[in-house]
């Protein structure tokens, strides 16, 4: 009884409680006549999606800078890699690869500017990064349309220019990383090993960053400002680094997100896109100055697992159609109740 | 030196206690006292801080209260005031009488009921408001209207006019001239003082009012009206008690004065015949404890390793203004004086980390100031004063924090691998780093990987000194190393600072402020008072030396000790 509680407190409440209501879940689906091995297959491949987009957060927490609430500037970066991949009819891994490297220069470039201004504003870095990722959303609008993009799959039919909302990238890279040593169980289980093997890859990258000798000036910038500015560190470089550093990882998030899902989303699809990453950090444990992998990890596959499995249970449950409704609700209130615990944090 | 000074010396008196036949003849009068104290004592979590402190205060008097910072003069006050932080930490013991009636309050606002105010150093003023609304604030005049009659009191509206006249009338009464509606933001800090005074005053039935410090912040002709005040405001019935450490203001403005030194009252004695020295002597006397016989050895030292010329540091309250000294190779000098009057603000100014000015050359070649990095590169190390702030990664394992700023200006404990392309943490290196200094320093805790706030003070402070020995420095700069540590670490932790100088050669400039401590390791103590080096005297100087330098009562800058 006392190691259970130790355990307990040790993981934390919130995780038991998730970890709980999603084992509810997937005992549940088989009775109301949802397929396990679909549950469980959707589960991984959302993890896989979304799990580098949750590690962009990583580093500027690290740093101090507090959650990546920009991540749509990342994930612009990542589009524009995405696209430009398109336009020069790259396709299979060579598409994906180029797509990243040309990502990644636009993503150092967006992030250097994006830390510049978040050293200004020390203190108010979340809400002033929110408003940074809204407005590139905004001033992205515009420039989908205006960017010289010719090929034909890409834009709009009826005027041969200006990017459509969504696209495909199945013709060209589409699912390169998932069916990589992709392992078919059934019809509806296949495991995206080449997908969660990149992931692992980030994640060992990003591992390995932090102990080396900027990754550890970089967690001590974030645990103690006062401290590393003690011991000779130069507190603003190291945290433009970390930006710079959570802005390309959004971008490759992205790249990564968009060969699974089949589709790029431009104009409005990166606006929301941090909030479901803030959340599943937060649900993993992280603290808004202090996030582990390992939070990371735990965060992905709690937030994806409940966001797969509650539509599609408790659909088959009311025998409507309410998915979409539903998936808002706890998508949401998820984040919500992640955003209770950082107020927790603050205050404690 | 010390011409200014009264140079009547008086007998020791001995302690003044109500019974004592001379007590109520002190300023000829027969009636009870005020106030009475009679054993009063406290201790927090068994460390005493008060011990049967005894003394009483007419009406119309003013006491001083003089000692060194932690002779418990806060505390006496926090209990006569009823703060909850009293009860909270188990009361007090002895018996406090108002106009003869027992009292313990048990929050502030009782206190203020019963006619006691206090004026504290910070200023506790409303910036944005006026110098008439902060004095009548919360006992503003009130008009009545028609709502009020509706929906009760708290629609009554603000007599703007009565308040203005309420408050000239109570800033006249201090004999100052400050305009009542001048915004409280605009002024300088010695309005701001008066403004303080003046609310206290304005209070009907203000009996005592205790005012800390007042003067610290005042130029000398405002401290003067201020003490003029005080006398004005004495002979109108109002009892003072009156903290401050400038002596020559106590024994200029009081009637009597009482001394605290650690907890207990070691002098009582009226002012007439009082003198700056005796008292600075009685304040400072002699600690219990951490003295210790010197090892004299005849030290010697090489040349000159650090010269500070015209040295300021805008340390927000430890504010440095003209500092020049300069320590030898080998040497380890102590900087000493009383809180908040910038001997801390020394050593993080040279460490760049907070702005600062001046020459400061180290083996001859200049430190860039504001820069922290110019001073670690130099080979200076820091042990700062605020040990949780800046000491340490609280949250990071111990290991980290011993190597850490080795491992970031030295690029020590690294290690390359994938052909060079990796350079990272060699962990192994740093295991066997921590090893060595929990040993050699004796570090009580579980393993390496412990985080940092999990141990004591005293393990804490040797962690910062094993992360500052790690750098391997040719100086060290250690603020406070035995501040909130108890007694046996305290000596430890002296012990390892004074091995290490032996040992290494370092050359170590500490920062304490006690004076015991100082005397007890150092060559040369440099005592600074209000941001300027008061005197530089050896370890062996009377005591009552290094009062009158801690107090500022003379000036023996030229009394440099040569050897």
């Not at chain 1, 549950?39 to 990546?68: E, H, K, W, Y």
């Not at chain 1, 199945?170 to 699912?175: I, K, L, N, R, V």
């Not at chain 2, 401290?223 to 109108?236: F, G, K, P």
């Not at chain 2, 200094?437 to 009580?444: G, P, Q, T, V």
């Amino acid at each position: 009884m006392q190691k259970l509680r130790a355990l307990i407190h040790h993981v934390g409440w919130p995780r038991v409680i998730i970890a709980v209501f999603l084992l509810c879940l997937f005992v549940a689906a088989p009775f109301v006549r949802v397929r396990l091995d679909a549950s469980i297959g959707d589960t991984l491949v959302r993890f896989g999606m979304n799990g580098v987009l949750v590690l962009a957060m990583v580093p500027m927490v690290q740093s101090g800078c507090g959650l990546n609430f920009g991540l749509p500037l990342g994930i612009i970066a990542g589009l524009l890699g995405a696209v430009t991949s398109l336009e020069l009819n790259l396709t299979g891994f060579a598409g994906f690869v180029a797509a990243i490297a040309i990502a990644v220069p636009f993503g150092l470039l967006f992030g250097w500017g994006y830390g510049r201004l978040l050293n200004k504003v020390k203190g108010g870095e979340m809400m002033i990064a929110t408003y940074v990722g809204f407005s590139s959303v905004a001033f992205m609008c515009m420039m989908w349309l205006l960017l010289p993009y010719r090929n034909p799959t890409m834009v709009w039919g009826y005027a041969g220019k200006g990017l459509r909302t969504t696209i495909s990238v199945q013709e060209y890279w589409g699912g390169v990383l998932s069916d990589f040593f992709g392992i078919r169980f059934s019809d509806f289980l296949s495991v995206p090993t080449g997908m969660l093997l990149f992931f692992g890859l980030m994640c060992l990258l990003v591992w390995a960053f932090f102990h080396t000798k900027t990754g550890t000036a970089m967690t001590a910038v974030g645990t103690n400002p006062d401290f590393a500015r003690a011991s000779g560190i130069d507190i603003d470089r190291m945290r433009t680094i970390s930006v710079m550093m959570s802005t390309v990882l959004g971008a490759v998030g992205i790249i990564v997100y968009e060969q699974s899902f089949g589709f790029i989303q431009l104009y409005m699809g990166p606006f929301f896109m941090a909030f479901p990453s803030v959340a599943a950090i937060l649900i993993g444990g992280a603290s808004v100055h202090k996030a582990t992998l390992t939070n990371v990890l735990i965060g992905t596959f709690l937030f994806q697992g409940i966001l797969t499995m509650t539509p599609s249970v408790i659909n088959s449950m009311l025998q409507t159609d309410m998915s979409e409704v539903i998936r808002i609700i706890v998508s949401n209130g998820m984040i919500l109740y992640a955003l209770t615990r950082v107020a927790r944090v603050n205050s404690k | 030196m010390a011409e200014s000074l009264k140079s009547v010396i008086i007998g020791d008196r001995g302690i003044l206690t109500p019974s004592h036949p001379s007590y109520t003849e002190v300023k000829g009068m027969t009636m009870e006292p005020l106030l009475r104290i009679e054993g009063v004592g406290k201790a927090y979590f068994g460390n005493r801080v008060l011990k049967d402190v005894s003394f009483s205060l007419a009406r119309g008097e003013i006491l001083g209260l003089v000692g060194e910072n932690g002779a418990g003069k806060s505390t006496l006050m926090n209990i006569l005031f009823g703060m909850p932080v009293i009860r909270e930490t188990g009361g007090f013991e002895g018996k406090i009488y108002l106009d003869g009636e027992e009292i313990a309050f048990s929050n502030p606002f009782e206190a203020l009921d019963a006619g006691i105010g206090m004026v504290h150093q910070e200023f506790s003023l409303i910036p944005g408001f006026s110098a008439a609304e902060n004095i009548v604030l919360n006992r503003e005049s009130m008009r009545n209207n028609l709502l009020v009659e509706v929906f009760g009191d708290r629609l009554r509206t603000l007599d703007r006019g009565d308040i203005f006249l309420r408050g000239r009338s109570a800033i006249e009464k201090l004999g100052v001239s400050i305009d009542a509606d001048m915004l409280v933001s605009e002024m300088p800090v010695g309005h701001k003082q008066f403004t303080e005074i003046a609310r206290e005053i304005e209070k009907a039935g203000t009996k005592l009012l205790v005012l800390d410090e007042p003067t610290a912040v005042l130029t000398e002709s405002e401290a003067a009206i201020l003490l003029e005040s005080m006398r004005r405001l004495a002979a109108e019935g109002i009892s003072i008690i009156f903290i401050s450490h400038r002596l020559q203001e106590v024994i200029d403005a009081c009637d009597r004065f009482i001394v605290l030194r650690d907890g207990e009252v070691v002098k009582e004695s009226g002012t007439e015949q009082a003198d700056v020295r005796e008292i600075a002597t009685a304040m400072v006397g002699r600690k219990m404890g951490v003295e210790e016989a010197r090892e004299e050895e005849g030290r010697a030292f090489g040349e000159a390793v650090l010269t500070a010329e015209q040295l300021w540091v805008d340390m927000p309250g430890e504010t440095v203004r003209d500092v020049s000294f300069s320590v030898r190779r080998g040497e380890i000098f102590g900087i000493g004086g009383l809180a908040g009057q910038g001997k801390l603000g020394i050593a993080n100014g040279i460490m760049g980390l907070f702005p600062a000015g001046g020459t400061v050359l180290f083996e001859g070649k200049p430190i860039t100031l504001d820069d922290p990095r110019s001073a670690l590169r130099a080979g200076i190390a820091f042990v700062s004063e605020d040990r949780r702030g800046v000491g340490l990664l609280l949250e990071e394992p111990i290991k980290l924090n011993i190597a850490f700023t080795a491992l970031q200006m030295q690029d020590r404990f690294l290690k390359k691998s994938l052909g060079g392309f990796l350079t990272w943490r060699d962990e192994a290196a740093i295991d066997e780093l921590a090893r060595e200094y929990i040993e050699s320093l004796a570090i009580k805790c579980v393993d390496a990987d412990q985080r940092a706030q999990e141990l004591s003070g005293g393990n804490q402070q040797k962690i910062c000194l094993a992360k500052a020995f790690a750098v391997r420095p040719k100086l060290l700069f250690v603020s406070e190393p035995t501040r909130g540590i108890d007694v046996g670490a305290k000596k430890l932790v002296l012990d390892t600072i004074r091995r290490h100088n032996r040992e290494y050669g370092t050359t170590i400039i500490m920062t304490s402020s006690e004076l015991e401590e100082l005397r007890s390791i150092c060559d040369r103590v440099a005592v600074i008072q209000e941001g300027r080096v008061a005197g530089i005297l050896p370890p062996t100087a009377d005591r009552a030396e290094f009062g009158m330098l801690f107090l500022g009562a003379s000036k023996v800058s030229e009394k440099e000790v040569a050897s």
